[in-house]
């Protein structure tokens, strides 16, 4: 996947999975209340994403 310069949101989370997508082209929110209300605001649905291999954390794209 390409990478960008400036980081997102996940730059902040202590997660090694979620910091290795921090420079990911994708507005990435970690699973939590600022997913949803953002999803409900904009009348989305959450979805997490899948991964081939098992994970402890969630995250949410809107």
């Known amino acids: ?16 999975y979620l910091l290795q997508h921090a420079h990911n082209p994708v507005d990435w929110f970690p699973w939590g209340e600022e997913a949803f209300e953002k999803a409900q605001r904009e009348n989305k649905i959450p ?6 291999s098992p994970k402890l954390y969630k995250q949410c794209m809107i």
């Not at 310069?5 to 997660?15: F, G, H």
């Open 1 to 16: 996947m390409p990478t960008n310069n400036k980081p997102n949101r996940l730059i902040v989370e202590k997660s090694p």
């Open 47 to 52: 979805q997490n994403s899948k991964n081939d």
